[in-house]
């Protein structure tokens, strides 16, 4: 190129040079670096390389752009616009050739590298860089005086056409090579999985151009659920999502209930290990029907999920994860086609990749959420609470990050609660006592308004009100103890201490009835001591987990609170603060961050540069056990009351401080009992 | 070190260098890079790394080594002299440090890369070098505040124990990892497999020392027989050789009527892929329970085979390999673990190596044929033949080596003959004929004397004489024409034409009767003029082969013959250069090679160097596809006459030339039918 030839300028990036006259804009585009998709190498025929020509002056740039900048619009672009169209303004970058000095736009969907902006506001925009792209190439045909195999002439063309060197072929794509390759009339997409260090797979294939998308599952494999984001691995977009019951319940509602029973029964994690690869295989077969996808598009998934998942998914035995010191087979991220998980609903060769975990009871899970919410770039001190049956908790900025799991139990998701339920049509999700007439108003998942609005008996008919969920819990403990309902301790008055006949005796302590359903033939929805106790446990010990790595870190408070988990999403940060399960922070420095772990898990499907971030971030947090600490216990009997001495919404409430009652009987009660791990 | 330090010489190899006080031997011999084994790394508990010491003058070496040049007889090797016991003034270098100038004799038993001496006179030496090594190491406990996975600790022992790098693991092997580690009490012995430039793998592990042997299979994968050779991958001694027949005989004798097969039943290609890996799970178990081994110790598997069974192991179907341009799905040498291949009997992670193909038609027995018998590497002309149902043909010298098959049908195995049988006891595989009466003796199977010697018709009254296999039919019609009873063309006379009642007719040609069993309820075992074509269309097409071979070489006669296949090693070089299957050399220029391509199959077994070495040969080896050839055909007809003038052998005949016969009767008996391929 010399000082005389056309000078290019690419927007956005920006990125400018010289040119012969007659170069095509995507040759261009590959020699200053810009990114300009194409699948089909320039033939004219995959249209990924679509680009917007810009006429007129530009003074920013330092040119003058003619109508004649570009080469005519040619044959190929008309038989491309006759068969499928094209946006007004659009070019081939393949087909137009450089004629003159040009601005030449590469809209986001001609980006490889595009950005796909999430929902959530405070979350980090994907880019897109998946180990998965699509190639297609043209292959030179058999001859019996140059007798090479398919895949070795296959291999020379994807050296020759794209420079991609030592690309392999697992059997199962082995076996449809030579099919393909002669349907194709000698010219084939492939799609190249280039994740790690490993040379280039080809983990599909199909004749001529491909012109039907590819796909990932991000997969969150939680112990109750399985959550499954179909994923457009070219565009970043979900396509769909789904989600399934986790079949491993059946041999015990939490991990370390599991862990037992592998212990127990001979070959029972393999047992257990089959029944999750068959609902995951369920799962994949469905969110493909959903999406009208044939899952054989499905070239890649990626897993998080706890340490006792990942082994059971992997199919090994989680023995040692049951009892100190809670040694992984495997801490380190793991890579494998789904052929050796037995994922039957995807292709043998697609390839899975599994996130590192952290520690013994810190997963993947754990650090698909650090790779989400990224602690270790935050400028303020961040505490990332992910609440499930265990609690994942991390805390960190930029100087450094601690993580940890705590115990919970699944008080949390409504279970053990007396009128508890998990989250579905029906259940209490939010509550309000009344300080004066403590009486209480509610709203069920399924219905918008308030028990208290009109309409609401109406709307909830069908439904009923069938017990209470997990953030409906939290709720009406923290309203019962600013209702003066609860003393510090956690004790429920009874109707004589409280002045409500919703207060009645239950054994030797009360409950407090919220909602009487039996005159329609619906429960008899009550907080009951019992409760009250469970609650206290599940929060004491997220709470003593998060004190414990603050302690760590030598701080006694953090900057903000972020809440993390499907469930995370609806607990109420006010009352969350109310009950003690989290530090106090200002109310407006405590955020939602969904399913933080879920969405590491697209991170990783759609940007394989972010796999190896996580690779390297999980070595760098400092891993805090709980089970060994004594300071944990100690926070975990301090965290049991809930003391706090000012109403932290005062909006909400008539009362500026929280109500200075005791209902001490002199039993038993004063005390948590405290729950064991495994 | 220092002048002022002790010298160490080694031998055999003549290293020397010297070493500070106190060096343990071991040390000194890796720091010279001398080839002593240890798997322990030095702990004194395998024992590997004996070595013997020599005292007095050494003028060869200008040092006198003086009883006490060596650190006293330890502890450690009293308790393994007193558990195992060791040979008469050795000590092992790990214990024994230097303390004086010294001479050290590393036995063979003690290199890593001793040479295997194999028992074919002309053969190549095997030296070891496998791609799978024993490693003992210690592992460091899990820990709580250092929660990596029990697989990073392992590899964290094997960078610093052994200063390997970047080692991975299958899932059958994590699966096994952490009860293993527990039941050594954190000491493992890992196989570990360096096959090619993929990070080293773990594909089998023990706890503590593992001392049971390593073996693996070399294997020749043929289309009527499958022959396994269990190596012992630390000796190189053959433990156990075991052969079954190929059970997709059942979908059609050769191979073409196997790829017929495929082609005309969907999913017949994957009915055949099945039945060949269960009759090679049933051989493995076979060849353990042979050797007095747990299969559990056969880590590696080496593959020879022709194209088509090459791709109905791979589970590709052969299809293309049946019509023009005969186009491989590869022709690399793959590699992958056991469990592709559905080899249950095998170890899901044992590695297995397939030799590369050389062209659609010339397979990986033909690349073993030429590792074995290094073509390449020969100073005069070498013509090496490897006669089976398909004919593998190498001819070349140092300077250019050329390969074809040639479709010589199952003759030579003694199919499609009227008397012919496999190689078994009973059969007739040596005859002679007497020039003058024209009666024949013969050797069969199972007996070492001819049947005119004192003692055959008793030793072989068991198995009886039960028809005539390969190498006698060959020997058969040679000696006939010697005898005079065939003519040039291969017209048998009839009794009046020469002068035997042995010669009957048959139809419009005559037979010739070797022997009438028939009074002892035996066979009459004849040889008819049927015979004789088939073994004149199979002589021709190998000899046309050859002479295909030498025309694109530009020669009209080679230096030397070797002739190679598990029937190679039983032809007569004199028979077969009277019937013109092989062009005419001196008598002593031909050798037989015995089994060359299961040879390929050990070396490349035993050697991993050598995969290296037959994948760059390959390449480089011109390939001659006789199917589009013309002068094939030229050549094929102008062979299929056996007109030796001079009896090459006058030794064993009373007779200087062959005698000058006609037997035409003007019938349509003159002219071979051509078998086609397919």
Redesign the interface.
């Known amino acids: 190129m010399t000082a005389k030839d056309p000078l290019v300028i690419f927007t956005p990036s920006g990125k400018r040079g010289r040119f012969p006259l007659g170069t095509p804009v995507l040759t261009a585009a590959r020699q200053l670096g810009v990114d300009l998709d194409s699948v089909c190498g320039g033939r004219g025929i995959c249209s990924k390389c679509q680009i917007t020509p810009a006429f007129g002056d530009f003074p920013k740039h330092g040119v003058t752009v003619s109508d004649t900048a570009l080469s005519e619009w040619n044959s190929v672009e008309q038989r491309y616009q006759d068969k499928r169209g094209l946006k007004a303004g659009r070019r081939l970058g393949c087909q137009a050739t450089v004629q003159g000095d040009v601005v030449i736009d590469v809209p986001p969907e001609s980006q490889v590298h595009r950005q796909v902006v999430r929902k959530a506001a405070s979350a980090r925009v994907i880019e897109m860089d998946p180990a998965t792209r699509l190639y297609y190439v043209e292959v030179q ?5 140059e ?6 002439r296959l291999r020379k063309a994807l050296k020759s056409q794209w420079d991609i060197d030592d690309v392999t ?3 199962p794509i ?2 449809r ?3 393909v390759l002669r349907k194709g009339n000698w010219s084939v997409t492939v799609a190249l999985w280039k994740g790690d260090d ?1 040379p280039p797979r080809i983990t599909a294939l199909w004749p001529g151009l491909h012109e039907g998308g590819l796909f990932g599952l991000a997969i969150d494999l939680g112990s109750t659920t399985i959550a499954a984001h179909l994923t457009n691995l070219e565009t970043g977009e979900v396509t769909a999502s789904s989600g399934i019951m986790n079949p491993q319940i059946r041999f015990g509602e939490d991990l370390m209930s599991r862990v037992s029973y592998a212990m127990m029964n001979p070959g029972g994690d393999l047992e257990m290990t089959r029944a999750v690869r068959e609902a995951l295989n369920t799962l994949a077969v469905e969110i493909a029907k959903d999406a009208e996808i044939d899952p054989s598009l499905i070239v890649e998934a990626v897993f998080v999920c706890n340490p006792v998942m990942h082994h059971l998914l ?4 989680p ?2 994860l049951g009892q ?9 991220a793991v890579a ?1 086609n789904a052929a ?1 998980l037995d994922l039957a609903a995807l292709p043998a060769s697609a390839q899975v990749y599994v996130l590192p ?4 009871h ?1 997963g993947a899970d754990a650090a698909a959420v650090a790779l989400s919410e990224e602690p270790g770039k935050s400028e303020d001190l961040a505490l990332i609470v992910d609440v499930g049956t265990n609690a994942e908790i991390l805390l960190g900025d930029k100087t450094r990050v601690l993580a940890c799991s705590s115990p919970t139990g699944p008080a949390f998701e409504g279970a053990q609660i007396s009128s508890g339920q998990r989250a579905a049509p029906g259940a209490i999700e939010a509550i309000r006592i009344d300080p004066v007439s403590k009486d209480a108003r509610f709203r069920v998942i399924g219905c918008d308004k308030w028990s208290d609005e009109d309409g609401f008996w109406e709307e909830t008919a069908q439904t009923g009100i069938t017990g209470i969920c997990g953030s409906g819990i939290i709720e009406a403990v923290a309203e019962m103890r600013l209702a003066g309902l609860l003393d510090p301790k956690g004790l429920i008055g009874s109707a004589e201490q409280t002045g409500t006949e919703r207060c009645t005796p239950e054994g030797r302590t009360h409950a407090y009835l919220i909602h009487d359903g039996t005159a329609e033939g619906g429960p008899r929805i009550t907080v009951t001591q019992g409760d009250i106790r469970a609650i206290q446990l599940a929060k004491s010990a997220l709470y003593a987990g998060a004190r414990l790595l603050m302690d760590e870190r030598g701080v006694d408070k953090v900057d903000r609170v972020v809440l993390a988990g499907a469930f995370g999403a609806h607990i109420s940060p006010l009352h969350a603060m109310v009950l003690g399960m989290i530090p106090d922070v200002p109310l407006d420095k405590v955020t939602s961050a969904g399913n933080a772990a879920g969405t590491g898990a697209r991170i990783a499907l759609c940007n394989v540069g972010a796999r190896r971030e996580i690779e390297r971030v999980v070595r760098e947090i400092t ?1 805090v ?1 709980t ?2 600490e004594p300071r944990f216990q100690e926070h975990f009997v301090n965290a049991n009351a809930i003391p706090h001495a000012t109403d932290p919404f005062p909006e909400l409430h008539s009362i500026a401080t929280l109500p200075d009652v005791s209902f001490n009987t002199g039993g038993g009660e004063g005390g948590g009992r405290r729950r064991r791990r495994g």
Request: hydrophobic share 45%; with cysteine.
């Open positions: 045909e058999p001859d019996m005086h007798p090479t195999g398919d895949l070795e072929a697992d059997f082995l076996r090579l030579q099919p490993r992997l199919g090994i035995d023995v040692e100190a010191p809670f040694a992984l087979a495997t801490s380190n494998m050796n975990c952290i520690a013994g810190v891993k056990e089970a060994i």
